[in-house]
């Protein structure tokens, strides 16, 4: 494969330059628990493989004069000490739009989204991993899903932006109402607190086998349900739309194999302006709008549709400077207004059969929201689902609120909160 020097940003990527600041940067971040602590020596050279591997992890973000773009950067990641999940300084991280920390015995790492979504870093950090314990135990992993082979040369198909299928097909924009949003008392830019929640896998997937829905489907009912209790008893009730934004990976409806940014989104909930709904009425609702708006005659309109506005003649003319504060004016009138909390769930992790003993757990953080209180991930392995829900207010009603849905469902959990 020949390395190309500048890659346009992917459509999805664009808001993520745009609204950088020294307050707010997009970020995530993911984690593999080890039985032992990490040899960071070992996890450097696994590193160095694994970027190999998967060369997008070795751009940078530029400017031009139109845009903006990735430059490929001709030097190594290391291995740094573990920072605080917020604002992200890509000069002192040495360019590079990730990082990579070992803490005791986790590998951990935080990526800026400009780069890549939940599937694209996952699949980076289970390579990153399945390499690790290759060169520190001689296991032999079994590649193959979301863990590449470093050996193996990287395709031109996982470079690709998928999102130019999407050109020059008719599209249209949804229209939904401002979502009520929860409010509180601001922790700071530099604080960001987590609530992780660890819940039996089996037990929640039983019990949404009895109700008819999945796992992601019960657990934004119960936090819609959780958010329905919440603005009845505040007095913030101007507005009545309760909608969790819940990311879609294109690749499962679209096909493509790309490890860079292809989802979208639909937004789950109920409008209270009329009265309050039961937990079983919040749930076959949401059943049936995840259901309808991820069939592709409803997701292609609007991917097209941003594709479109992406390619239009006169946009392009608009020169970057001034089209950071217009995109970030954008943004915030058509971003997190629209939703009043995000639930991304990353699915179960299978690991090969060599490589299952020396994993204990799998994490996956969403960083500081800028116009929403808080955000939620999870991703299930081992038997158990892990959700951390984080926020960057003080008060934790909506998590505690959240945790009574699954209570009243037959669910246990165990909780944790820290600071991250």
């Given at each position: ?320 400077v001034l089209k950071k504060p217009i995109i970030d004016i954008i943004n915030k009138l058509k971003g997190d ?84």
């Open positions: 494969m020949i390395r190309q020097q500048l890659l346009r940003l992917d459509n999805a990527s664009f808001i993520y330059p745009a609204s950088q600041s020294k307050k707010y940067s997009s970020l995530y971040r993911m984690s593999v628990t080890l039985t032992e602590a990490v040899d960071t020596e070992i996890l450097q050279q696994a590193l160095e493989a694994t970027v190999d591997r998967i060369p997008t992890f070795h751009y940078t973000l530029t400017g031009g004069a139109l845009w903006w773009y990735l430059r490929y950067l001709d030097r190594t990641p290391r291995v740094l000490p573990l920072q605080p999940l917020h604002q992200f300084n890509i000069e002192r991280n040495g360019g590079f739009l990730f990082r990579v920390s070992a803490d005791g015995c986790r590998i951990v790492q935080d990526i800026f989204h400009v780069l890549t979504d939940g599937n694209g870093g996952m699949t980076f950090l289970l390579t990153l991993t399945a390499e690790y314990l290759r060169l520190r135990y001689g296991v032999q992993p079994v590649y193959g899903g979301r863990i590449l082979d470093p050996s193996a040369r990287p395709c031109a198909s996982e470079l690709a932006d998928s999102f130019d299928d999407f050109g020059g097909k008719r599209g249209s924009l949804e229209q939904n109402d401002p979502a009520w949003h929860i409010r509180g008392r601001e922790l700071g830019h530099k604080v960001l607190r987590n609530l992780r929640v660890r819940i039996p896998m089996g037990r929640i997937a039983e019990v949404s086998r009895a109700r008819g829905c999945t796992v992601t489907e019960l657990l934004v009912a119960a936090q819609v349900a959780a958010l329905q209790e919440l603005r009845g008893a505040g007095r913030n009730r101007s507005r009545s739309a309760l909608k969790v934004n819940v990311p879609v990976d294109l690749r499962r409806i679209f096909g493509g194999s790309t490890l860079r940014n292809f989802s979208s989104y639909v937004m789950l909930g109920v409008d209270v302006r009329n009265g309050e709904y039961d937990f079983d009425q919040i749930l076959e609702i949401v059943s049936a709008q995840k259901r309808l708006y991820s069939m592709p005659s409803q997701l292609e309109p609007k991917v097209a549709k941003n594709v479109e506005l992406e390619n239009n003649f006169a946009i392009n003319c608009i020169p970057r207004r629209y939703c009043t909390h995000t639930l991304s769930n990353l699915g179960r992790i299978a690991l090969p059969e060599s490589l299952r003993g020396y994993v204990r757990d799998i994490d996956f953080v969403l960083g500081r929201q800028r116009g929403n209180s808080g955000a939620s991930a999870c991703v299930g392995f081992g038997g158990h689902l892990v959700l951390n829900m984080s926020r960057r207010i003080a008060e934790r009603s909506f998590e505690d609120g959240f945790l009574r849905q699954l209570e009243c469902l037959g669910i246990p959990t165990e909780a944790e909160e820290s600071d991250i």
